[in-house]
């Protein structure tokens, strides 16, 4: 027992960083937990109650899903784009880009699919590569004119 106090003692960074880390993983897969049971339970009284076949629950949710990626690439992507067009980027050393339009910010590393797009004070982390050709096709040409000065 006193090698345990000995070694908590000595190594108690780790010790809080690994109880911490624990707290966090609890949380979250209590949380998941929770979106997915809500989610069967639906998908359970779809089937029994309302006597919907699985494969139409099932069909239901991909619907869901899709329609909700359809409103994106309908209403912000587009949108994006217009924005886009008159866009400012500045190279780093390190390797980052920035992007800047009238309302929005878009900071990540050359040959990375995620960044961060910062609007007034909230900021996402998404997949660059949904923004479409004229992301890549402005970041492009940004790189090639910063390199040939």
């Known amino acids: 027992m006193e090698q345990l106090i000995q070694l908590a003692t000595d190594y108690w960074p780790i010790v809080v960083g690994a109880i911490l880390l624990i707290i966090i993983l609890q949380l979250i897969v209590k949380s998941l937990f929770r979106i997915i049971s809500i989610f069967i339970v639906i998908g359970v009284v779809l089937v029994l109650v309302f006597e919907f076949s699985p494969e139409q629950v099932i069909n239901m949710g991909r619907s869901a899903v899709q329609t909700t990626q359809d409103a994106l690439e309908g209403t912000v992507v587009p949108l994006l784009d217009k924005e886009l067009k008159d866009a400012t980027i500045t190279f780093h050393e390190d390797g980052s880009y920035e992007m800047k339009t009238k309302s929005i910010r878009i900071t990540g590393k050359k040959g990375d699919t995620r960044a961060t797009v910062h609007y007034g004070d ?7 590569s949904i923004l ?14 910063a390199q040939s000065l």
């Open 132 to 145: 479409g050709q004229l992301f890549e096709e402005k970041l492009k040409k940004a790189e090639a004119s």
């Open 122 to 128: 909230n900021s996402w982390d998404v997949d660059v």
